[in-house]
C-alpha cells in the first residue's frame, strides 16, 4: 500500500534500459523526488548494491546487540559485547566480540 502511496504521489521515478541518441544503453535506474532534498538518478545496480551492503551491517550490529542484551556472567565475570579495533579485527577475523572489564582495562575473550 505504501508503494502505491508513493507512486500516486510521483516521489519515485524509476526509468527502464533505454537506448540513447548515440547508440548506447542507458542502465536502468531510479530517482527520489523530494520536494526539500533534490536527489540524482541513480543507476539501480548501484543502488542495489548499497542496500545488500547496509542490510549485511544492519544483521551484524542486530546480532551484537542480541548477543550483548542476553549474555551470561563468566566465572563472576561481567561480560559485554564489544567492537574490536581494526588491528583486533584483522587478528580475530571479526568484527564484534565478547570482553570484560578488569580494573580500567577492557580485555577482550578471543
Known amino acids: 500500500m505504501l508503494w502505491n502511496i508513493l507512486i500516486r504521489q510521483k516521489s519515485v ?3 527502464d534500459i533505454a537506448l540513447l541518441p548515440s ?3 542507458n542502465p536502468p535506474s531510479i530517482e527520489v523526488i523530494h520536494p526539500d532534498t533534490a536527489q540524482p538518478s541513480v543507476p539501480l545496480l548501484a ?3 548499497h542496500v545488500a551492503d547496509q542490510l549485511a551491517t544492519v544483521f551484524e550490529v542486530m546480532l551484537a546487540h ?3 542484551a542476553n549474555v551470561q556472567p563468566f566465572a563472576g565475570m561481567p561480560l559485554g559485547v564489544i567492537e574490536y579495533d581494526k588491528n583486533q579485527q584483522s587478528a580475530f577475523k571479526c568484527r564484534y566480540g565478547y570482553a570484560t572489564r578488569m580494573g580500567d582495562q ?3 575473550f578471543g
Do not use: D, F, N, Q
Open 66 to 68: 542480541l548477543s550483548g
Open 47 to 49: 543502488l542495489l548494491e
Open 13 to 15: 521515478k524509476v526509468t
Open 106 to 108: 577492557i580485555v577482550p
Open 23 to 25: 547508440g548506447a544503453l
